[in-house]
């Protein structure tokens, strides 16, 4: 595609904060935030329809529509997410996934497994609300909220 053009990779989505590029399988991963109830993760692949505003929080699928591959019972508010380098000891795959109002880091060791289980909270309530989640190239794993970054060990 020529420097300076646009296209469209997907539609239906609601209200993201962050997003993964999987290159190795050209897709996109990403949480959603859903109105009041609903949010979600979702595994996308060029021309997706996820289905907002017509479809949202388990409600019927519109014809056309791709599944979210997990949805949250409960209301968390997905901000930053994070594919994991190798570099950490003891995550070195798998994804991190920050949460406003859960005010926790939930951890997805493998993306692709259906049905996908719950993501494992490895820190909740222990902060302010989460709003990133990043890591240095010695792996250490940074959460931040309030202006504030704390190390995740």
């Known amino acids: 595609m020529p420097a300076g053009t646009v296209r469209k990779f997907a539609r239906g989505l609601r209200n993201t904060f962050d997003m993964i590029w999987d290159a190795a399988h050209h897709r996109i991963i990403v949480a959603d935030n859903g109105p009041a109830?609903?949010?979600d993760i979702n595994v996308i692949f060029e021309g997706a329809n996820l289905g907002w505003p017509f479809t949202f929080a388990g409600g019927p699928p519109a014809p056309g529509v791709t599944a979210p591959v997990y949805r949250f019972t409960n209301t968390v508010a997905p901000t930053g997410i994070l594919a994991l380098s190798g570099a950490n000891q003891q995550l070195r795959?798998?994804?991190?996934?920050?949460t406003f109002v859960a005010k926790a880091i939930y951890?997805?060791?493998n993306i692709d497994v259906r049905p996908l289980p719950d993501p494992i909270a490895l820190i909740a309530k222990?902060?302010?609300s989460?709003?990133?989640?990043?890591?240095?190239p010695q792996g250490d794993i940074v959460g931040y909220y309030d202006n504030h970054g704390f190390l995740l060990s």
């Open 130 to 136: 989460i709003i990133d989640v990043a890591q240095n």
């Open 107 to 109: 951890f997805i060791p």
């Open 37 to 39: 109830i609903g949010d």
């Open 93 to 98: 795959s798998g994804i991190l996934l920050g």
């Open 126 to 128: 222990e902060t302010g």
